[in-house]
Structures are given as structure tokens and as C-alpha cells.
């Protein structure tokens, strides 16, 4: 509808003006190519100047509401409500465009998902949640200080304003988690390892997961009741930290150094093992030294098979199973160049000399030249 036209009132009795009569004709013509016509307003589409206001009421029996690009927003409404998921279940499993919802599990392929789930599983381009890393990181905010004193409740400092320069960090015992949770028996394990590098600190900003800095824990925590302070060298960085930033902070703990190799906890004799201290005594815990007596099946000397040396019996040695002739052992059999007999008589016989120096007995031998 138009806005009501301005009408001139007659007065009674009086004549009529034309010239009234005619302006007041005019300006309801001219009211009437306001109004929204059924077929149009001249011919033409009905065009609007202003908004139109239903007053809370309902557009019935519309075949087609197109925007200015020719876009039927019916169809824009019905892919929207397709394609965005608001909702408090427990689970969400979808595939819609935009996810807004509380659900403790949400597996999604939305391009941007709002939630806050515990759990997250998704292809989304943009992941906004309140679960954060629970179970793997706590929440703290930066305080831009370098002074090391307790920066607040949920609160970090470093010691430093360049990242590659911060050798101290001091920790509020409280994280900035819901309820600003007292961590500080946690914080104080960082540093328990015996090992050099005691452990990492990973800061990851949140919603920036490009700006972070690593750091390595060098020395044991120290605990001022109600702040902790940790000893630190630089490890990796990228981007700055501004004051008030929200960091979500994981923290890995070294495991301990294990007994050395040397001193104290050098391997034991009584465990038939070496001494690497000293190499006499080494030898003599693994049965080699200058007093013991090792047992071994066969030595090869000067070469890997060819000159064996074993055992033939008790007292006799072989060299690639032949036995070497010692005395009081084996009579060497005359074809090893001995007599074959351990006697004088015993070696006559055996070289068949007897007969022929009996023959010799009481003669001279007389050689011609």
C-alpha cells in the first residue's frame, strides 16, 4: 500500500474549485502508482522504493522470491538449512557446510565446524572448539612481563621478549582451563628427569597454531608457592606472542638417565661380565687374565682353518689332527722318523739292526781308501 494522499477539503456550501477538485484528483493518481498491483503496477514488475514490513506476518503462495541477481531464495533457504547442522546431541556425524553445535563427538567434513566437542574428527578448513587439546594440553594466557614473579592467575611470562633468547619461563600454578585448575604438582614434574634435556614445552596459540615456540627443559623446577619457575633453552619458534594471547601448553617429561659405562656402574665380575675400567682386570673377570685357565675346543694360529690346534688325549696335543710327539707320549713310529718302540732292544728289533751288529761283535771293520 502507498502512504495516504493529501486531499484538500471542499467547504460546505461553498462552489467547487476546479483547480481543487483536479489537484486533489492528481494526488490520488498519483498514490495509486504506489500500490503493489496483482498483474503489476503500469504493465510493468512491481517495484519497490522502501522496505516491506509484514508486521510479523507470512508471505503465502509464493512461486519464486528472487534477489537482485535473479536467485530464488527459497532454494538459497532450503540449501542453507541443508548445508548448516546447530545442534546439542552428544554425537555428530555430517557432512554440512557450516556445524554449530555442542556435541561431545563430532565427525564432520564441514568447511567450518563451531563447537564444543571433547572429541573433533574432521576435514573442516576452520576448526573453532572449546575442547582444545584437554587431555593433551592446559590453557595459558601471556602476560608480557619479563620479570620472574607470579603473572597471574592462568597466566605465563618469559624472561625474555625475543622467543630465541628465553631461558626462563614462570607458570601461575593455575591454568587458564574452565575453573583455573591448580596444576603446579604437574608443572613441577618437568624438570624431574636426570637426563640433560629434562623435557619440551610446546606453546601453540590458539587459533593461530602457526605461532608457537618450543623450548627445552635444562634444570629442575623450581616451585615459589603459587607460581613455578622452569629453566629453559630455546628449541623452535615461529611468529610473536602478544600480551593477552590465549596458548594452549603440552609439556613432555624426558625419561631418566640409565647406570653409565664406566665407574659405579661399570659391568660386574659378578655378573661374569668386565671391568672396562682397567683391561687386566676385564681379562680377568671374563676368565682371560694371566692366572686363568680357559678351556677351548681348538686355537687356530696364524690362520682361520689351516694350523688347528686341539685336543688328542691327556698330554697330547693335535695340529690339524696330527699328533705332535712329545716325551713320555706316543712312540713316533718309524715312519715319522722315530723307532716305533720305546725301548733300546724294542727299537733293534723294530729297525731289524740286532742281527747284523751281532755279526760285528769282536770284528773290526776295516774301510779301504
Known amino acids: 500500500m502507498s502512504d495516504r494522499p493529501v486531499i ?32 503489476g503496477t503500469g504493465g510493468a514488475n512491481n517495484t519497490l522504493t522502501g522496505n516491506l514490513n509484514m508486521g510479523g506476518s507470512n508471505i503465502l503462495n509464493a512461486g519464486s522470491i528472487l534477489d537482485a541477481s535473479g536467485n530464488d531464495l527459497v532454494d538459497l533457504a532450503a540449501q542453507a538449512a541443508a548445508n548448516a547442522v546447530t545442534t546439542a546431541a552428544d554425537v555428530v556425524t555430517t557432512t554440512a557446510k557450516v556445524a554449530l553445535t555442542n556435541a561431545d563427538v563430532v565427525s564432520t567434513n564441514a568447511d567450518v565446524v563451531t563447537t564444543t566437542a571433547k572429541v573433533a574428527l574432521t576435514a573442516a578448513d576452520v576448526v573453532t572448539t572449546n575442547s582444545a587439546t584437554g587431555a593433551l594440553a592446559n590453557k595459558f594466557t601471556y602476560d608480557n612481563s619479563t620479570s620472574m614473579g607470579d603473572p597471574g592467575t592462568g597466566e605465563f611470562r618469559l624472561n625474555h621478549g625475543t622467543l630465541g633468547s628465553v631461558t626462563a619461563i614462570a607458570f601461575d600454578a593455575t591454568s587458564a582451563d574452565t575453573g583455573n585448575p591448580d596444576i603446579s604438582d604437574f608443572i613441577a614434574t618437568w624438570g624431574s628427569s636426570t637426563a640433560t634435556i629434562k623435557g619440551h614445552i610446546l ?33 623452535d619458534s615461529n611468529g610473536t606472542f602478544s600480551n593477552g594471547d590465549s596458548f594452549f601448553v603440552h609439556a613432555s617429561r624426558s625419561g631418566s638417565d640409565g647406570a653409565d659405562g664406566e665407574g659405579a656402574g661399570d659391568l660386574l665380575a659378578s655378573n661374569n661380565l668386565s671391568d672396562v675400567a682397567a683391561a687386566a682386570t676385564a681379562a680377568t673377570n671374563l676368565g682371560l687374565g694371566t692366572g686363568s685357565s680357559p678351556q677351548f675346543t681348538g686355537v687356530n694360529v696364524g690362520h682361520a682353518t689351516d694350523t688347528t690346534i686341539t685336543r688328542a688325549s691327556g698330554g697330547d696335543l693335535n695340529v690339524e689332527g696330527n699328533i705332535v710327539y712329545r716325551a713320555g707320549g706316543t712312540d713316533v713310529p718309524i715312519a715319522d722318523g722315530g723307532t716305533g718302540a720305546s725301548t733300546v732292544a724294542a727299537a733293534k728289533v723294530a729297525l731289524e739292526l740286532d742281527p747284523f751288529l751281532g755279526q760285528l761283535t769282536g770284528k773290526a771293520l776295516v774301510f779301504g781308501l
Open 8 to 39: 484538500t477539503t471542499l467547504p460546505a456550501g461553498g462552489r467547487y474549485s476546479v483547480s481543487t477538485l483536479n489537484s486533489n484528483f492528481q494526488a490520488l493518481r498519483n498514490k495509486f502508482d504506489l500500490i503493489l498491483g496483482l498483474n
Open 203 to 235: 606453546f601453540r596459540k590458539s587459533g593461530t597454531p602457526a605461532t608457537f615456540a618450543i623450548f627445552n627443559v635444562t634444570a629442575a623446577v623450581t616451585d615459589n608457592t603459587g607460581w613455578l619457575q622452569v629453566t629453559v633453552t630455546h628449541n
